[in-house]
Protein backbone atom coordinates (compact mmCIF):
# COMPACT_ATOMS: atom_id res chain seq x y z
CA UNK A 1 0.00 0.00 0.00
CA UNK A 2 1.39 3.19 -1.42
CA UNK A 3 1.59 6.60 1.16
CA UNK A 4 2.00 10.33 0.17
CA UNK A 5 4.63 12.23 1.44
CA UNK A 6 3.59 14.12 4.47
CA UNK A 7 2.25 17.83 3.52
CA UNK A 8 0.31 16.53 0.05
CA UNK A 9 -3.01 17.54 0.14
CA UNK A 10 -5.45 14.59 1.57
CA UNK A 11 -8.59 15.77 0.19
CA UNK A 12 -8.02 15.21 -3.64
CA UNK A 13 -8.79 12.42 -5.47
CA UNK A 14 -6.16 10.25 -5.94
CA UNK A 15 -4.75 10.30 -9.56
CA UNK A 16 -4.12 6.55 -11.41
CA UNK A 17 -0.81 5.60 -9.71
CA UNK A 18 -1.02 7.48 -7.04
CA UNK A 19 -1.46 6.11 -3.39
CA UNK A 20 -4.24 5.15 -1.71
CA UNK A 21 -3.49 6.83 1.77
CA UNK A 22 -2.11 9.72 2.86
CA UNK A 23 0.49 10.59 5.61
CA UNK A 24 -0.49 12.72 8.45
CA UNK A 25 0.35 16.35 8.17
CA UNK A 26 1.27 16.13 11.74
CA UNK A 27 2.84 14.05 13.79
CA UNK A 28 0.01 11.76 16.30
CA UNK A 29 -2.58 12.39 13.73
CA UNK A 30 -4.75 9.74 11.72
CA UNK A 31 -3.60 8.60 8.35
CA UNK A 32 -6.01 9.35 5.10
CA UNK A 33 -7.81 7.26 3.08
CA UNK A 34 -7.90 8.77 -0.66
CA UNK A 35 -9.52 5.71 -1.87
CA UNK A 36 -8.81 2.42 -3.25
CA UNK A 37 -9.10 -0.65 -0.74
CA UNK A 38 -8.19 1.14 2.37
CA UNK A 39 -11.27 3.57 2.31
CA UNK A 40 -13.40 0.75 1.19
CA UNK A 41 -12.56 -1.18 4.19
CA UNK A 42 -12.82 1.89 6.57
CA UNK A 43 -16.58 2.60 5.01
CA UNK A 44 -17.43 -0.63 5.82
CA UNK A 45 -16.07 -0.99 9.13
CA UNK A 46 -17.35 2.00 9.72
CA UNK A 47 -21.16 0.90 8.43
CA UNK A 48 -20.46 -2.42 10.51
CA UNK A 49 -19.52 -0.30 14.34
CA UNK A 50 -22.43 2.37 13.72
CA UNK A 51 -24.65 -0.40 12.97
CA UNK A 52 -23.80 -2.32 15.86
CA UNK A 53 -24.56 0.73 18.19
CA UNK A 54 -27.91 1.26 17.29
CA UNK A 55 -28.44 -2.19 16.53
CA UNK A 56 -28.59 -1.63 20.59
CA UNK A 57 -30.28 1.73 20.76
CA UNK A 58 -33.23 0.52 18.18
CA UNK A 59 -33.75 -2.85 20.31
CA UNK A 60 -33.65 -1.29 24.18
CA UNK A 61 -35.52 1.94 23.68
CA UNK A 62 -38.04 0.28 20.84
CA UNK A 63 -39.01 -2.88 22.37
CA UNK A 64 -36.86 -3.90 25.53
CA UNK A 65 -37.55 -0.51 27.76
CA UNK A 66 -40.83 -0.05 27.19
CA UNK A 67 -41.84 -3.80 27.97
CA UNK A 68 -39.50 -3.63 30.69
CA UNK A 69 -41.10 -0.34 32.43
CA UNK A 70 -44.51 -1.62 31.58
CA UNK A 71 -44.32 -4.61 33.65
CA UNK A 72 -42.65 -2.89 36.51
CA UNK A 73 -45.59 0.05 36.42
CA UNK A 74 -48.27 -2.67 35.78
CA UNK A 75 -47.06 -4.71 38.89
CA UNK A 76 -47.40 -1.17 40.92
CA UNK A 77 -50.97 -0.30 39.92
CA UNK A 78 -53.02 -3.54 39.08
CA UNK A 79 -52.02 -5.85 42.39
CA UNK A 80 -54.40 -8.44 44.20
CA UNK A 81 -57.41 -9.54 42.49
CA UNK A 82 -56.64 -6.52 39.44
CA UNK A 83 -53.22 -8.40 38.35
CA UNK A 84 -55.01 -10.30 35.93
CA UNK A 85 -56.33 -6.99 34.25
CA UNK A 86 -56.16 -7.66 30.26
CA UNK A 87 -54.87 -4.16 29.46
CA UNK A 88 -56.19 -4.57 25.43
CA UNK A 89 -59.89 -5.17 27.24
CA UNK A 90 -59.82 -2.18 29.20
CA UNK A 91 -58.43 0.43 26.55
CA UNK A 92 -61.25 -0.72 24.09
CA UNK A 93 -63.84 -0.42 27.33
CA UNK A 94 -62.34 3.33 27.79
CA UNK A 95 -63.32 3.96 24.07
CA UNK A 96 -66.85 2.62 24.67
CA UNK A 97 -67.39 4.58 27.60
CA UNK A 98 -65.74 8.00 25.77
CA UNK A 99 -68.00 7.09 22.88
CA UNK A 100 -71.49 6.97 25.06
CA UNK A 101 -71.39 3.79 26.48
CA UNK A 102 -72.12 3.21 30.62
CA UNK A 103 -69.74 1.27 32.85
CA UNK A 104 -70.14 -0.37 36.18
CA UNK A 105 -68.57 1.04 39.34
CA UNK A 106 -66.06 -1.47 38.58
CA UNK A 107 -65.21 -0.86 35.46
CA UNK A 108 -65.28 2.71 36.22
CA UNK A 109 -62.73 2.06 39.34
CA UNK A 110 -60.63 0.03 36.83
CA UNK A 111 -60.87 2.73 34.18
CA UNK A 112 -59.18 4.70 37.05
CA UNK A 113 -56.74 2.83 38.08
CA UNK A 114 -55.69 2.69 34.23
CA UNK A 115 -55.71 6.36 33.87
CA UNK A 116 -53.29 5.94 36.60
CA UNK A 117 -51.25 3.44 35.06
CA UNK A 118 -51.10 5.16 31.63
CA UNK A 119 -49.82 8.11 33.27
CA UNK A 120 -47.03 6.82 35.37
CA UNK A 121 -45.59 4.39 32.63
CA UNK A 122 -44.85 7.63 30.20
CA UNK A 123 -43.89 9.39 33.01
CA UNK A 124 -41.32 6.69 33.93
CA UNK A 125 -40.19 5.50 30.30
CA UNK A 126 -39.44 9.57 29.93
CA UNK A 127 -37.43 9.53 33.28
CA UNK A 128 -35.53 6.60 32.27
CA UNK A 129 -34.69 7.48 28.94
CA UNK A 130 -34.63 11.28 29.63
CA UNK A 131 -31.78 10.78 32.32
CA UNK A 132 -29.83 7.78 29.84
CA UNK A 133 -30.12 10.74 27.10
CA UNK A 134 -28.75 14.02 29.64
CA UNK A 135 -25.89 11.96 31.31
CA UNK A 136 -24.89 11.39 27.13
CA UNK A 137 -25.26 14.97 26.84
CA UNK A 138 -22.74 15.89 29.44
CA UNK A 139 -20.03 13.11 28.56
CA UNK A 140 -19.57 12.74 25.28
CA UNK A 141 -18.44 16.94 24.65
CA UNK A 142 -15.88 15.98 27.60
CA UNK A 143 -14.95 12.51 25.69
CA UNK A 144 -14.73 14.79 22.41
CA UNK A 145 -11.99 17.06 24.24
CA UNK A 146 -10.46 14.44 25.61
CA UNK A 147 -10.05 12.31 22.69
CA UNK A 148 -8.52 15.22 20.67
CA UNK A 149 -5.64 15.30 23.33
CA UNK A 150 -5.29 11.33 24.00
CA UNK A 151 -1.52 9.87 23.27
CA UNK A 152 -0.92 6.96 23.38
CA UNK A 153 -0.04 3.84 21.19
CA UNK A 154 -3.41 3.01 20.25
CA UNK A 155 -4.67 6.72 18.89
CA UNK A 156 -6.35 9.12 20.04
CA UNK A 157 -9.82 7.39 19.42
CA UNK A 158 -9.26 3.69 19.71
CA UNK A 159 -9.08 3.98 23.70
CA UNK A 160 -12.22 5.59 23.85
CA UNK A 161 -13.90 3.42 21.69
CA UNK A 162 -13.38 0.14 23.66
CA UNK A 163 -13.56 1.81 27.24
CA UNK A 164 -17.11 2.79 26.33
CA UNK A 165 -18.46 0.02 24.41
CA UNK A 166 -17.12 -2.29 27.65
CA UNK A 167 -18.61 -0.23 30.42
CA UNK A 168 -21.78 0.23 28.09
CA UNK A 169 -21.99 -3.68 27.34
CA UNK A 170 -21.55 -4.04 31.70
CA UNK A 171 -23.98 -1.94 32.45
CA UNK A 172 -26.40 -3.22 29.91
CA UNK A 173 -26.37 -6.93 31.21
CA UNK A 174 -26.94 -5.41 34.45
CA UNK A 175 -29.97 -4.12 32.95
CA UNK A 176 -31.86 -6.85 32.88
CA UNK A 177 -31.97 -7.27 36.05
CA UNK A 178 -32.78 -3.95 37.52
CA UNK A 179 -35.78 -4.37 40.34
CA UNK A 180 -37.05 -0.91 40.35
CA UNK A 181 -37.60 2.55 37.99
CA UNK A 182 -34.54 3.99 40.10
CA UNK A 183 -32.48 1.23 39.70
CA UNK A 184 -33.36 0.99 35.98
CA UNK A 185 -33.07 4.48 35.15
CA UNK A 186 -28.93 4.41 36.77
CA UNK A 187 -27.88 1.31 34.74
CA UNK A 188 -29.30 2.22 31.63
CA UNK A 189 -28.03 5.96 32.34
CA UNK A 190 -23.99 4.46 32.60
CA UNK A 191 -24.61 1.88 29.98
CA UNK A 192 -25.81 4.99 27.78
CA UNK A 193 -23.06 7.13 28.41
CA UNK A 194 -20.35 4.40 27.86
CA UNK A 195 -22.01 3.25 24.24
CA UNK A 196 -22.66 7.29 23.28
CA UNK A 197 -18.55 7.62 24.86
CA UNK A 198 -17.59 4.74 21.79
CA UNK A 199 -19.74 6.64 19.68
CA UNK A 200 -18.93 9.92 19.32
CA UNK A 201 -14.96 8.87 18.91
CA UNK A 202 -15.91 6.62 16.35
CA UNK A 203 -17.71 9.43 14.27
CA UNK A 204 -15.05 11.76 14.47
CA UNK A 205 -13.05 9.17 13.07
CA UNK A 206 -15.04 10.37 9.74
CA UNK A 207 -13.29 14.01 10.01
CA UNK A 208 -10.06 12.32 11.12
CA UNK A 209 -9.69 9.64 8.29
CA UNK A 210 -11.91 10.76 5.27
CA UNK A 211 -10.67 13.32 2.03
CA UNK A 212 -13.25 16.12 2.17
CA UNK A 213 -14.76 14.70 -1.28
CA UNK A 214 -16.21 11.73 0.47
CA UNK A 215 -17.37 13.06 3.65
CA UNK A 216 -21.20 13.04 2.12
CA UNK A 217 -20.36 9.24 1.16
CA UNK A 218 -18.67 8.38 4.55
CA UNK A 219 -21.73 10.07 6.37
CA UNK A 220 -24.40 8.42 4.37
CA UNK A 221 -22.24 4.84 5.01
CA UNK A 222 -23.15 5.49 8.81
CA UNK A 223 -26.30 6.82 8.66
CA UNK A 224 -27.20 3.77 7.00
CA UNK A 225 -25.79 1.50 9.45
CA UNK A 226 -27.57 3.88 11.78
CA UNK A 227 -30.71 2.82 10.26
CA UNK A 228 -30.31 -0.53 9.73
CA UNK A 229 -29.07 -0.77 13.33
CA UNK A 230 -31.65 0.37 14.58
CA UNK A 231 -34.51 -1.51 12.63
CA UNK A 232 -33.00 -4.70 12.54
CA UNK A 233 -32.65 -3.99 16.25
CA UNK A 234 -36.18 -3.75 16.74
CA UNK A 235 -37.16 -6.56 14.30
CA UNK A 236 -34.81 -9.23 16.14
CA UNK A 237 -36.43 -7.87 20.19
CA UNK A 238 -39.91 -7.99 18.27
CA UNK A 239 -39.28 -11.78 16.92
CA UNK A 240 -37.07 -13.25 20.42
CA UNK A 241 -39.03 -11.54 22.76
CA UNK A 242 -41.48 -14.17 23.46
CA UNK A 243 -38.98 -16.49 23.85
CA UNK A 244 -36.25 -14.51 25.61
CA UNK A 245 -37.80 -11.77 27.18
CA UNK A 246 -35.73 -9.36 29.11
CA UNK A 247 -32.64 -11.86 28.24
CA UNK A 248 -32.13 -9.99 25.35
CA UNK A 249 -30.20 -7.52 26.95
CA UNK A 250 -27.47 -9.73 27.28
CA UNK A 251 -27.64 -10.95 23.51
CA UNK A 252 -27.59 -7.26 22.35
CA UNK A 253 -24.48 -6.48 24.38
CA UNK A 254 -22.51 -9.10 23.07
CA UNK A 255 -23.84 -7.96 19.32
CA UNK A 256 -22.46 -4.59 20.08
CA UNK A 257 -18.61 -5.50 21.52
CA UNK A 258 -18.43 -7.45 18.80
CA UNK A 259 -19.17 -4.90 16.26
CA UNK A 260 -17.17 -1.93 17.44
CA UNK A 261 -14.13 -4.37 18.39
CA UNK A 262 -14.12 -5.64 14.95
CA UNK A 263 -13.57 -1.73 13.83
CA UNK A 264 -10.67 -0.95 16.18
CA UNK A 265 -9.35 -4.32 15.18
CA UNK A 266 -9.47 -4.07 11.51
CA UNK A 267 -8.75 0.10 11.39
CA UNK A 268 -6.09 0.13 14.09
CA UNK A 269 -5.49 4.38 14.57
CA UNK A 270 -1.77 5.86 14.49
CA UNK A 271 0.41 6.07 17.49
CA UNK A 272 -0.60 9.82 18.91
CA UNK A 273 2.21 9.58 21.48
CA UNK A 274 4.32 12.15 19.44
CA UNK A 275 1.03 14.41 19.28
CA UNK A 276 1.51 18.30 20.37
CA UNK A 277 -0.33 19.18 22.51
CA UNK A 278 -1.28 23.02 24.70
CA UNK A 279 -0.76 22.58 28.24
CA UNK A 280 -4.04 21.71 30.10
CA UNK A 281 -6.30 24.53 32.00
CA UNK A 282 -9.53 23.86 33.11
CA UNK A 283 -11.01 26.92 32.27
CA UNK A 284 -9.96 26.21 28.51
CA UNK A 285 -11.50 23.04 28.78
CA UNK A 286 -14.39 24.07 29.95
CA UNK A 287 -14.71 27.33 27.69
CA UNK A 288 -14.03 24.66 25.24
CA UNK A 289 -17.80 23.70 25.59
CA UNK A 290 -18.76 26.78 23.75
CA UNK A 291 -16.45 27.89 21.50
CA UNK A 292 -18.17 25.86 18.51
CA UNK A 293 -21.13 27.78 19.41
CA UNK A 294 -19.43 31.30 18.80
CA UNK A 295 -18.98 30.31 15.47
CA UNK A 296 -22.41 31.94 13.25
CA UNK A 297 -22.79 29.06 11.44
CA UNK A 298 -22.12 25.78 13.60
CA UNK A 299 -25.21 27.64 16.14
CA UNK A 300 -27.63 27.40 13.49
CA UNK A 301 -26.84 24.16 12.49
CA UNK A 302 -26.75 22.91 15.80
CA UNK A 303 -29.85 24.87 16.87
CA UNK A 304 -31.75 22.88 14.11
CA UNK A 305 -30.38 19.65 15.00
CA UNK A 306 -31.56 20.02 18.82
CA UNK A 307 -34.98 21.10 17.92
CA UNK A 308 -35.37 18.32 15.56
CA UNK A 309 -34.13 16.14 17.81
CA UNK A 310 -36.56 17.09 20.30
CA UNK A 311 -39.48 16.79 17.70
CA UNK A 312 -38.78 13.48 16.37
CA UNK A 313 -38.54 12.00 20.21
CA UNK A 314 -41.10 13.11 21.18
CA UNK A 315 -42.72 11.29 18.46
CA UNK A 316 -41.02 7.74 18.62
CA UNK A 317 -40.63 7.46 22.16
CA UNK A 318 -43.92 5.83 23.07
CA UNK A 319 -44.93 3.86 20.14
CA UNK A 320 -44.76 0.92 22.33
CA UNK A 321 -48.27 2.82 24.60
CA UNK A 322 -49.56 4.09 21.44
CA UNK A 323 -50.25 1.00 19.68
CA UNK A 324 -52.03 -0.07 23.27
CA UNK A 325 -53.67 3.26 23.99
CA UNK A 326 -53.92 5.88 20.88
CA UNK A 327 -55.16 4.07 17.76
CA UNK A 328 -58.84 2.69 17.37
CA UNK A 329 -59.23 -0.23 17.57
CA UNK A 330 -56.12 -0.58 20.56
CA UNK A 331 -53.66 -3.80 20.92
CA UNK A 332 -52.71 -5.83 23.27
CA UNK A 333 -48.83 -5.78 24.65
CA UNK A 334 -48.01 -8.64 22.76
CA UNK A 335 -49.86 -7.55 19.46
CA UNK A 336 -47.65 -4.37 20.01
CA UNK A 337 -44.52 -5.91 20.73
CA UNK A 338 -45.03 -7.82 17.47
CA UNK A 339 -45.60 -4.44 15.52
CA UNK A 340 -43.64 -2.32 16.63
CA UNK A 341 -40.62 -3.62 14.63
CA UNK A 342 -42.94 -3.76 11.49
CA UNK A 343 -44.03 -0.36 12.01
CA UNK A 344 -40.17 0.64 11.92
CA UNK A 345 -39.37 -1.56 9.28
CA UNK A 346 -42.24 0.20 6.87
CA UNK A 347 -39.93 3.28 6.47
CA UNK A 348 -36.80 1.31 5.51
CA UNK A 349 -37.24 0.86 1.81
CA UNK A 350 -37.75 5.25 1.48
CA UNK A 351 -34.79 5.44 4.29
CA UNK A 352 -32.29 3.19 2.29
CA UNK A 353 -33.04 5.42 -0.93
CA UNK A 354 -32.83 8.54 0.82
CA UNK A 355 -29.72 7.65 1.69
CA UNK A 356 -28.17 6.23 -0.92
CA UNK A 357 -29.06 9.07 -2.83
CA UNK A 358 -28.91 12.36 -0.65
CA UNK A 359 -25.31 11.65 0.36
CA UNK A 360 -23.80 11.22 -3.09
CA UNK A 361 -26.13 13.94 -5.16
CA UNK A 362 -25.07 16.24 -2.20
CA UNK A 363 -21.48 15.74 -2.64
CA UNK A 364 -21.48 15.85 -6.22
CA UNK A 365 -23.63 19.47 -6.56
CA UNK A 366 -21.33 20.49 -3.36
CA UNK A 367 -24.81 21.98 -1.74
CA UNK A 368 -25.94 20.54 1.81
CA UNK A 369 -28.68 22.75 2.61
CA UNK A 370 -31.87 22.11 0.84
CA UNK A 371 -31.18 18.76 1.74
CA UNK A 372 -31.59 19.65 5.07
CA UNK A 373 -34.17 21.92 4.96
CA UNK A 374 -36.37 19.32 2.57
CA UNK A 375 -35.83 16.51 5.00
CA UNK A 376 -37.42 18.41 7.96
CA UNK A 377 -40.10 19.74 5.91
CA UNK A 378 -41.13 16.36 4.76
CA UNK A 379 -40.59 14.99 8.47
CA UNK A 380 -42.39 17.87 10.32
CA UNK A 381 -45.31 17.00 7.52
CA UNK A 382 -45.83 13.57 8.14
CA UNK A 383 -46.46 14.13 11.84
CA UNK A 384 -49.76 15.41 10.76
CA UNK A 385 -51.40 12.06 9.67
CA UNK A 386 -51.64 10.28 12.98
CA UNK A 387 -52.93 13.17 14.55
CA UNK A 388 -56.01 13.85 11.91
CA UNK A 389 -56.33 9.97 12.26
CA UNK A 390 -55.69 7.89 15.13
CA UNK A 391 -55.47 4.66 13.28
CA UNK A 392 -52.53 1.89 12.18
CA UNK A 393 -53.12 2.67 8.81
CA UNK A 394 -52.14 6.32 9.72
CA UNK A 395 -49.01 5.36 11.73
CA UNK A 396 -47.44 3.48 8.79
CA UNK A 397 -48.18 6.04 6.54
CA UNK A 398 -46.31 8.12 9.01
CA UNK A 399 -43.99 5.88 8.82
CA UNK A 400 -43.05 5.61 5.39
CA UNK A 401 -42.98 9.17 4.83
CA UNK A 402 -40.51 9.84 7.91
CA UNK A 403 -38.63 7.27 6.92
CA UNK A 404 -37.92 9.33 3.61
CA UNK A 405 -37.23 12.70 5.05
CA UNK A 406 -34.87 10.58 8.10
CA UNK A 407 -32.52 8.71 5.42
CA UNK A 408 -32.28 12.03 3.74
CA UNK A 409 -31.52 14.28 6.83
CA UNK A 410 -29.07 11.35 8.16
CA UNK A 411 -26.67 11.37 5.01
CA UNK A 412 -26.34 14.97 5.00
CA UNK A 413 -26.68 16.57 8.25
CA UNK A 414 -23.26 14.84 9.74
CA UNK A 415 -21.63 15.95 6.61
CA UNK A 416 -22.99 19.74 6.84
CA UNK A 417 -21.40 19.58 10.76
CA UNK A 418 -18.17 18.56 9.13
CA UNK A 419 -18.43 21.40 6.55
CA UNK A 420 -18.47 23.92 9.37
CA UNK A 421 -16.51 22.22 12.21
CA UNK A 422 -13.04 23.03 12.94
CA UNK A 423 -10.50 20.72 11.89
CA UNK A 424 -8.01 20.74 14.43
CA UNK A 425 -10.76 20.41 17.31
CA UNK A 426 -12.79 17.67 15.18
CA UNK A 427 -13.81 15.29 18.46
CA UNK A 428 -14.71 18.74 20.39
CA UNK A 429 -16.88 19.85 17.61
CA UNK A 430 -18.63 16.57 16.65
CA UNK A 431 -18.61 16.16 20.61
CA UNK A 432 -20.59 19.51 20.77
CA UNK A 433 -22.50 17.95 17.85
CA UNK A 434 -23.73 15.25 19.65
CA UNK A 435 -24.55 17.36 22.00
CA UNK A 436 -27.10 18.49 19.59
CA UNK A 437 -28.92 15.66 19.58
CA UNK A 438 -28.92 14.59 22.76
CA UNK A 439 -30.34 17.63 24.33
CA UNK A 440 -33.11 17.34 21.72
CA UNK A 441 -33.71 13.78 22.50
CA UNK A 442 -33.19 14.13 26.53
CA UNK A 443 -36.23 17.10 26.35
CA UNK A 444 -38.42 15.27 24.17
CA UNK A 445 -39.83 12.59 25.93
CA UNK A 446 -39.86 14.84 29.15
CA UNK A 447 -42.15 17.07 27.51
CA UNK A 448 -43.95 14.60 25.73
CA UNK A 449 -44.12 12.61 29.17
CA UNK A 450 -45.78 15.98 30.45
CA UNK A 451 -48.39 16.36 27.16
CA UNK A 452 -49.67 12.96 27.82
CA UNK A 453 -50.18 13.83 32.09
CA UNK A 454 -51.84 16.89 31.30
CA UNK A 455 -54.41 16.00 28.53
CA UNK A 456 -54.93 11.84 29.30
CA UNK A 457 -53.73 11.22 25.99
CA UNK A 458 -51.22 11.02 23.31
CA UNK A 459 -52.66 13.40 20.09
CA UNK A 460 -51.11 16.43 21.05
CA UNK A 461 -47.62 14.91 20.90
CA UNK A 462 -48.10 14.59 17.64
CA UNK A 463 -49.31 18.53 17.54
CA UNK A 464 -45.68 19.12 19.47
CA UNK A 465 -43.99 17.32 17.10
CA UNK A 466 -44.93 19.11 13.74
CA UNK A 467 -43.75 22.89 14.88
CA UNK A 468 -40.82 21.51 16.88
CA UNK A 469 -39.24 19.63 13.30
CA UNK A 470 -41.00 22.77 11.44
CA UNK A 471 -38.76 25.27 13.46
CA UNK A 472 -35.88 22.87 12.70
CA UNK A 473 -36.10 23.42 8.74
CA UNK A 474 -36.46 27.10 9.72
CA UNK A 475 -32.96 27.37 11.46
CA UNK A 476 -30.68 25.76 8.90
CA UNK A 477 -31.41 29.04 6.88
CA UNK A 478 -29.37 31.67 8.05
CA UNK A 479 -26.34 29.17 7.77
CA UNK A 480 -23.82 31.29 5.09
CA UNK A 481 -20.37 29.54 4.81
CA UNK A 482 -22.34 26.37 3.68
CA UNK A 483 -25.15 26.28 0.40
Given at each position: ??H?????????????G???????A?????????????????L???????????????????????????????????????????????????????????????????????????????Q????????G???????????????????????????????????????????????S????A??W??????????????????????????????????????F??????????????????L??????????????????????D?????L???????????????????????????????????G???????????????????????????L???????????????LA?????????????????????????????????????????????G?????M??????????????????????????????????????????VV???????????????????????????????
Open positions: MMTPIGDDPGAAPAAQPDVAEPRPGMSETYLGGRPLRRYTWYGVASFSLLLTFGSIMGILLPNHVQALEFARWFTGPDAGVDLAELSRLKDAVAGGATATAEEQRLLGLLGRFDAGRAALSLVTSLLAGTMLAVPVIGILSDRTRSRHGRRTPWILLGVIVGAVFLAGVRFAPIAVLLLTICQVGLSAAQGPLNTTVADRVPQRMVGTASAVGGLGTLGGILGAVLCGALFARLGDLYLVVAVLTVAGLVGFVLRLPRPSTERIAPHRWSDFLRGFLAPLREHDFRWVWLARVVLAFYQSSVTFSFFMLQSYIRPALSAAEATGVPLLTLAGLPGTLVAVSGRISDKVGRRKPFVVGASLLMAGSMLIPLLSPTLTALFVQTVLGIANGYLAVDQALFIDVLDKDAAGRDLGVASLATNLGQALGPILAGQVLTGGYGGIWALAFVLILLAAVAIVPVKRVR
